[in-house]
């Protein structure tokens, strides 16, 4: 947590929800798991809550090209995989090759500082299915 982060109950159980959920998920998917579990809570508490949790690093926003944006309480370095036919989310870790970053640096004259990684293909789920 960084040292500028102030945690309401509120944000608290608007992060605590992220962290335990499996899914990345979207803030309707929060709204209504908050209320599954028991808890009163606003839309815009729930989104001012994601706002400034991202905003202090304590979560990260996730748009994977679609108007639905989730959200990950993972911070550390790492990518993910979705899948076409049912939407799945899945993290993975794998350190990049350093020539590659540095072909991207040469290639872009861009200073690199982070890289966002999705791959998208079919779950094993969603293969096993025949999809």
Known sequence: MTAKAHLTPQRRLVQDFVIQATNHPTATEVIEGLREQGHKVAYATVYNSLRYLTSVGLLNELNFGNAVTRYDARTDMHYHSVCRAC??????????????????????????????LVVKGVCPACAGAGN
Not at 102 to 107: C, I, N
């Open 87 to 116: 939407g799945r989310i899945d993290d993975w870790t794998l350190p990049l090759p350093q020539e590659y970053l540095k072909y991207v640096e040469e290639e872009t004259r861009y200073k690199v500082e982070d890289v966002d």
